[in-house]
């Protein structure tokens, strides 16, 4: 199948001064962008090419940051703050404040905050070292998924009444008190997730596809968890309308391979497979892929390219 061209528009130039740390696709499909004021890219750049002088947290720690949303036409300053830590994850919360993690977690300063639109916290969050993804959905539950040195780490988290930390469980559902609401079930074919590669929030409940195999998994917040086999690997995004499921993504670095899916009856059946066309150099890096409700994200530099589930649908249903 050649898939549609997509929505695609250049992302706003930072302020002078400000640099690009990470986006984070809004639940209305715009597009939250968070700047810092120091060039936190770049001292990560000085580690990879063996320049020890390359001290991203140090530098992380007396950053300001703001976020800006974008809708494809104009962008608005919504928040800001201080920055804290060089591997943010973020996702806005329904009541409009602002959810800044850390991915990587030293201590109690990394623990995830809850900001208001003056830029003050107005509360914490204990969400573990490891985290991959947070997203809330409509009615301020926050799910957030983490990667393999957060499940299988996070020895000093002792959570009440459990033998092990909710990210042991790779993808888990907590309210803005800390109290863990619902947690993935082992997969029937391969056990406990490994590595929570996607995620999706829509419509109450969170979408996920996970290592090892690369089942599709649906999450309810009541804790009832459904996984379907799938034939996918390395998957990166996944778009969801009702029983339709859109992923992109694998471990080929030159292509972008996107497979259409149905769910019925505790199945994916394969719809339509083809590979997206980015008019990317694929001599660079993969561009950022998300997943938010029906929409898919890619971002590359300063280049936005979106595709609404529905245009991938398009005489395939």
């Known amino acids: 199948m050649v898939p549609p061209p997509s929505l695609a528009c250049a992302l706003p130039a930072p302020p002078e001064g400000w640099h690009r740390l990470a986006a984070s696709p ?8 968070l700047l810092a004021d120091q060039d936190i890219e770049r001292e990560f750049a000085k580690r990879r090419f063996g320049q020890r002088a390359g001290d991203p947290d140090a530098l992380a720690r007396r950053a300001r940051a703001e976020i800006w949303v974008y809708d494809g036409d104009s962008a608005v300053r919504a928040v800001g703050f201080d920055l804290g830590t060089p591997y943010p994850r973020f996702d806005r919360c329904p009541d409009g404040r602002w959810l800044v993690a850390s991915s990587r977690r ?10 208001d639109a003056e830029g003050r916290v107005t509360g914490t969050l204990r969400l573990g070292d490891g985290i991959e993804h947070v997203q809330f959905d409509a009615d301020g539950t926050v799910w957030c998924g983490w990667f393999d040195e957060g499940i299988f780490g996070n020895s000093d988290w002792s959570y009440p009444g459990r033998e092990w930390p909710p990210s042991s469980a790779g993808l888990a559902a907590f309210d803005l008190a800390g ?35 690369f089942p599709i998994l649906r999450l309810e917040r009541s804790g009832a968890g459904h996984y379907c086999a799938t034939d996918l690997s390395g998957v990166r995004a996944l778009a969801v309308r009702g029983v339709h499921v859109v992923t992109i993504g694998s471990y080929d670095r030159d292509r ?20 997206l066309q980015t008019g990317r150099d694929t001599e660079r890096r ?32």
């Open 26 to 33: 809004l639940a209305d499909g715009r597009i939250a962008l």
């Open 106 to 115: 030293r201590d109690a300063a990394d623990d995830a905050r809850l900001i």
């Open 179 to 213: 109290t863990c609401l619902a947690e993935a079930p082992p997969s029937p074919d391969y056990g406990g997730i490994a590595d929570c590669y996607v995620l999706n929030v829509t419509d109450g409940a969170a979408w996920a596809c996970t290592y090892m195999g």
């Open 256 to 275: 972008i391979p996107f497979t259409l899916l149905r769910i019925e009856q505790g199945e994916a059946c394969v719809i339509a497979q083809g590979n």
């Open 286 to 317: 993969l561009p950022d892929m998300h997943g938010r409700g029906p929409w898919l994200h890619l971002i590359e530099d300063s280049q936005w390219q979106r595709w609404h589930i529905d245009q991938l649908l398009a005489g395939n249903e």
